[in-house]
């Protein structure tokens, strides 16, 4: 396995001074075959072999080999730039060719699925191989391999998925986790889960890439194991800002253009707080871009946020040999991605971002603008080489915290539990987290499983529960679709679940356009509510695809709508649609329109979503919120938010999605009637929730004859009181940014 007798990556260079021409093998003694396919080097693999020696992690091969050889566990500290990404997974492949695979071929997980596509197209070039065949993919709703692949990049979650099937994950002799940094749930619970499936299989060979101090509480977590250290690159030279980062948006896109006119080389990165500003930042520089003069070239803005796009663009060459200035956007995600550029030179780094905080006690997100962790400060650091510049829109004093928070302290883990329940069934032991979940959160995900009869009286699942851990939805939405078995809106309720699981396939129009758009808009609205306006929207776009005279893309363009969201709502109910079949539940005919339809989706939504009830306090839009005595407003992109002038506010709806900002905005949202509430709601979910005016309504419909005889005792109550003082009116908790 050592670097010199390698047979899968010779260290030939015959007398050609970079790498040999194709046809100076010939057919004689010097053919050097590819163990991987049998088949001759191309004179591509030389010139990248030599390239990949290059890379920092090349300093450390024997090293590694050793410790993998003699090692179930190994931990490689270092950023993406040192080569880890692309280089040990094809170590392992070696490792594992060289026992024949008898214990299982390679799996190396990411936390972002276009980064797993991009690797495994970029490793499989390195080996001369063919993607799908020796090397392949497997991300949410693609896969591309073979019986003949042995070694798959993969997201984390899909690799946590296959343990539904394979919990001891035997298909696999060496698994890889990296970017284990990243702290995302999935990645969380198979580091966990892995510690008890290593006891099991001795032969399983572990390898997890990290950076520190992500390294050191590795180390304290699963004790004395190797460390492979990755050497960094040499750091860049960094400017701080003095001023706060209060206006930190606008000052960094006058940075941008500010380097540009100083028409130093290199290409610019910049990290904003959210998705929405890189959107926005990408649109402001293209108009500035055709203000600038020709002399100084053409800046070319690229949005890289991770599973929005592609590889990088190629940058295109001048007449007059300037190159054009790629100005790459991105977020907190895009930190320690693979690059396949080495252009970079300017990173601007703003020191914000937003994140989606979950908060149990009201089962809604809230948006919260926070500092970068020192973890990213230095990813961001080292992203352009020893010459580049790094300037931080933050004082060089400031006190930032020194990791990268755990997403599973921070999101609704009712999925994660429900994983791990399902999981207990197949013989695994307790997942050991690094960081356990918050008990307020464990406790709040074990109630709603309760509610939606996921689980048996002793906590285990229930038949019920197994099911809905088989549908690849959240909890809710799986009740959902299995209640729509029993009231024949399958078929409905799967475009309901594709659209909502999708992308917003709502486009945002160019400026000036958003009245145009609102009118295109208007015409999918049914006036049921938003979750029927997406089946409207599905049906529509189903249609256009069966045009003779325009394509469906043209369709999409022409209504502002997202042609790669619909695609994709269109992919996950095929999934979805599968996986009815296989577990042999019920598809019923499609019967949209019809009166009986619509009150059976109306009566499946509620059987998952019977959590997510509001009701109109006063008759303008005020919506005090059930189960936690918050008041929110219908979102203005809604159905009953564009058209309440016509259509009137209902008093009482189902959403679907709440979150806790400046607008506190209910999504996708339609009417309900309190009757069939009653009828769907489990009675101790009802009587568990907290006293209102609007379960008192309830309760008189409950029980008419029960809340007669309360009136009259609060009557004679407020009789006897009434000298004591004034009564004191009921209030409704209004939210405010957390």
């Not at 009231?487 to 486009?507: G, H, K, N, Q, Y």
Request: contains cysteine; hydrophobic residues 35%.
């Amino acid at each position: 396995m050592s670097e010199e007798n390698n047979p899968a990556e010779p260290d030939i260079y015959p007398e050609s001074e970079e790498y040999p021409a194709e046809d100076s093998f010939g057919f004689g003694d010097d053919l050097e075959l590819n163990q991987f396919d049998g088949l001759p080097f191309s004179s591509r693999y030389y010139k990248l072999l030599k390239e990949r020696k290059t890379l920092s992690v090349w300093k450390v091969r024997s090293e590694f080999e050793e410790a993998l050889i003699n090692n179930q566990l190994v931990i490689a500290s270092g950023t993406a730039k040192t080569g880890r990404s692309t280089q040990i997974p094809q170590w392992c492949a070696e490792f594992c060719l060289s026992v024949q695979y008898q214990h299982g071929m390679v799996v190396c997980t990411q936390t972002d699925r276009q980064q797993a596509v991009d690797l495994a197209l970029r490793v499989a070039d390195e080996m001369d191989v063919n993607i799908g065949h020796e090397v392949g993919y497997t991300i949410p709703l693609e896969t591309c391999c073979s019986s003949d692949t042995v070694l798959r990049y993969c997201t984390d979650d899909m690799l946590l998925r296959e343990m539904m099937s394979d919990p001891f994950l035997e298909h696999y002799g060496v698994i890889i986790i990296d970017q284990a940094h990243e702290r995302t749930v999935s990645t969380d619970i198979l580091l966990g889960l892995l510690k008890d499936i290593l006891l099991q299989r001795p032969e399983l060979r572990v390898v997890v890439l990290a950076i520190p101090p992500m390294t050191d509480k590795l180390l304290s977590h699963y004790g004395s194991i190797p460390l492979i250290s990755l050497e960094a690159s040499s750091p860049a030279e960094v400017v701080h800002s003095n001023s706060g980062n209060k206006d930190y948006f606008y000052s960094a896109l006058r940075l941008v253009l500010e380097i540009h006119r100083t028409k130093e080389d290199g290409d610019v990165v910049v990290f904003f707080a959210s998705a929405e500003e890189v959107h926005c930042a990408h649109s402001i520089l293209q108009k500035e871009g055709t203000r600038l003069g020709a002399e100084l070239g053409q800046m070319v803005p690229v949005v890289l946020c991770p599973g929005q796009g592609g590889q990088l663009p190629v940058l295109t060459e001048q007449p007059d040999s300037e190159r054009s200035r790629r100005v790459f956007l991105s977020t907190q995600k895009g930190e320690d991605m693979w690059w396949p550029t080495e252009s970079v030179n300017f990173v601007i780094d703003t020191g914000v971002q937003k994140k989606m905080v979950y908060n149990p006690r009201i089962r809604a997100n809230s948006e919260v603008l926070r500092p970068i962790s020192q973890c990213q400060a230095d990813l961001r650091k080292q992203l352009c080489g020893p010459t580049g510049k790094c300037f931080c829109l933050y004082p060089e004093d400031s006190q930032l915290p020194a990791e990268t928070s755990p997403q599973i302290l921070e999101s609704n883990i009712t999925p994660t539990v429900l994983f791990l329940k399902r999981i207990e069934i197949a013989g695994l032991g307790q997942c050991d987290f690094i960081d356990r979940p918050d008990p307020e959160g464990l406790m709040q995900a074990l109630e709603e499983l309760d509610y939606l009869a996921a689980l048996d009286d002793d906590g285990n699942l229930s038949e019920i529960g197994i099911i809905m851990s088989e549908i690849p939805l959240d909890p809710q939405m799986a009740k959902a679709l299995l209640a729509s078995c029993e009231f024949d809106c399958v078929s409905e309720m799967l475009t309901i679940a594709a659209m909502l699981s999708a992308p917003s396939c709502f486009r945002e129009p160019p400026a000036g356009m958003t009245h145009e758009a609102v009118q295109c808009h208007r015409k999918f609205q049914h006036p049921e509510g938003d979750h029927f306006t997406l089946i409207n929207i599905y049906n529509a776009f189903k249609q256009s695809q069966r045009e003779q005279y325009f394509s469906a893309e043209k369709w999409c363009q022409d209504y502002f709508l997202d042609h790669s969201a619909l695609k994709m709502a269109e992919a996950i109910r095929s999934e979805l649609t599968d996986t009815l079949n296989r577990i042999e539940l019920p598809i019923s005919e499609p019967s949209f329109g019809t009166k009986t339809n619509t009150h059976n989706i109306k009566r499946a939504l509620l059987a998952g979503f019977f959590m997510q009830i509001a009701r109109d306090v006063d008759g303008s839009g005020n919506y005090f919120i059930l189960t936690h005595k918050h008041v929110a407003h219908v979102h203005p992109l809604s159905s009953y938010g564009a058209q309440s002038h016509k259509l009137g506010l209902p008093e009482w709806v189902v959403f679907h999605d709440y979150t806790l900002s400046e607008n506190n905005c209910m999504r996708t949202v339609s009417e309900i009637s309190p009757q069939v509430f009653i009828q769907m709601a489990p009675l101790y979910f009802f009587y568990n929730l907290p006293p209102s005016e609007s379960k008192d309504i309830l309760q008189d419909m409950l029980d008419p004859d029960g809340s007669r005889k309360r009136k009259d005792e609060k009557q004679k109550t407020t009789t006897i009181n009434g000298s004591c003082g004034a009564v004191v009116p009921q209030t409704y908790d209004r939210c405010v940014i957390q």
